[in-house]
Structure formats: structure tokens, C-alpha cells
């Protein structure tokens, strides 16, 4: 199965690209922003906004994670946008104390997701030796002896995978504005 069917039957329609977001990072010569001085956190609000303390140096990181369509690696524009730092700064300055702060980085971070937020984690449907694990990037890392254990438990003992995470999960058409909305 190639990749543009395998795109079909796993998210149901003809191709799916993984988002793409803008990141920064701000450093403060306040060690308030470090590790473990600062949390990692997350702002539920109209967009997902998150943030991670600064542990290596380059500041802290600051990410919307609200999803706005498609992101081909191909083609896409990698150009850090002006108004999506603004989507932070505008209303997290003052929250966070950041007046006299430099953005020291930013980049576009192209990321693997499911349409639905889930992690993929099933038996290929065409081949009973074949295992699929993925759409996790990032999450997927952190949770990774996690999602391991449940791959091996599923290969060798043959315990089921949770639905949410079947290939079936994906054929839903309804599409998330985010990983969180459900």
C-alpha cells in the first residue's frame, strides 16, 4: 500500500498533511523562567497556547497548538509569521512578566498528528504480521515506553488496543481545531 492510499484509507480523504506551527523561544535574565522555577503550561483558551521553561540555555518556549489546515513539507511557506508571535505577546506579556525579555529564536515546527489528536496504534488491516504505531511526534516521545508497552502487550500477547487509537478512529471527517478538542 502506497502512501497516498494508505492516506486515504487511514484519514478517509485523499491526503493528509501534518500541521505546522510557529515556535519561540524568549529568554529573561530572571532565572523565574527556568527549570523547575517555571512550569510548563497550557492555556486552553479561543487558541491552545503552551509554554515550556527555559533548560538548556535559549529561553523558554512559547507554542500555539491551534491547528489551521494543512502544512505540505513540499511546499509550505517556513516563514515565522509576525502575527503569530502577536497571538502570544498581546496577551501574555503582562501574564507573564515579559517586558524587557528577547524572543531569542523562532521557527516553523512541522509536527505528525492524527486528524482526531489520537496516536495510531493498530494491525495493519491488509497484513496480520504488520504492526502500525505513529501521529504522536512530540507526545508520542514523551509517552513512548507508554505506547511501547501497549505495541508489545498487542504483539505478543495479543491484548487489544484501545479504539481510540484503531485505524478506525481516523475515518471520522470531522476535524479538530486542536489535539484537545473531542
Known amino acids: 500500500m502506497d502512501a497516498e492510499a494508505f492516506s486515504r484509507f487511514a484519514y478517509g480523504y485523499d491526503q493528509y498533511f501534518p ?3 510557529s515556535l519561540f523561544w524568549i529568554a529573561c535574565l530572571s532565572n523565574a523562567y527556568q527549570t523547575p522555577n517555571f512550569p510548563i503550561w497550557v492555556d486552553m483558551g479561543e487558541r491552545i497556547m503552551y509554554g515550556v521553561p527555559d533548560y538548556d540555555g535559549r529561553g523558554f518556549k512559547v507554542a500555539d497548538d491551534t491547528r489551521e489546515g494543512a502544512f505540505d513539507p513540499s511546499t509550505a511557506d517556513r516563514e515565522v509569521r509576525v502575527r503569530n508571535w502577536h497571538r502570544f505577546d498581546s496577551t501574555s506579556a503582562t501574564d507573564f512578566q515579559l517586558y524587557g525579555c528577547a524572543m531569542t529564536e523562532a521557527r516553523v515546527c512541522q509536527y505528525s498528528n492524527s486528524p482526531n489528536g489520537h496516536f495510531l496504534l493498530d494491525q495493519h488491516p491488509e497484513a496480520e504480521n504488520v504492526f502500525l ?7 508520542g516521545f514523551k509517552l513512548g ?7 508489545a502487550e498487542r504483539v505478543l500477547e495479543a491484548l487489544p488496543i484501545p479504539e481510540v487509537f484503531r485505524l478506525e478512529s481516523l475515518q471520522s471527517t470531522r476535524s479538530l481545531s486542536n489535539q484537545f478538542e473531542h
Not at 504505531?133 to 507526545?139: F, N, V
Not at 515506553?145 to 505495541?151: A, I, S, Y
Open 19 to 21: 500541521p505546522g506551527d
Open 133 to 139: 504505531a505513529g501521529a504522536g511526534c512530540g507526545h
Open 145 to 151: 515506553p507508554v505506547l511501547g508497552r501497549m505495541m
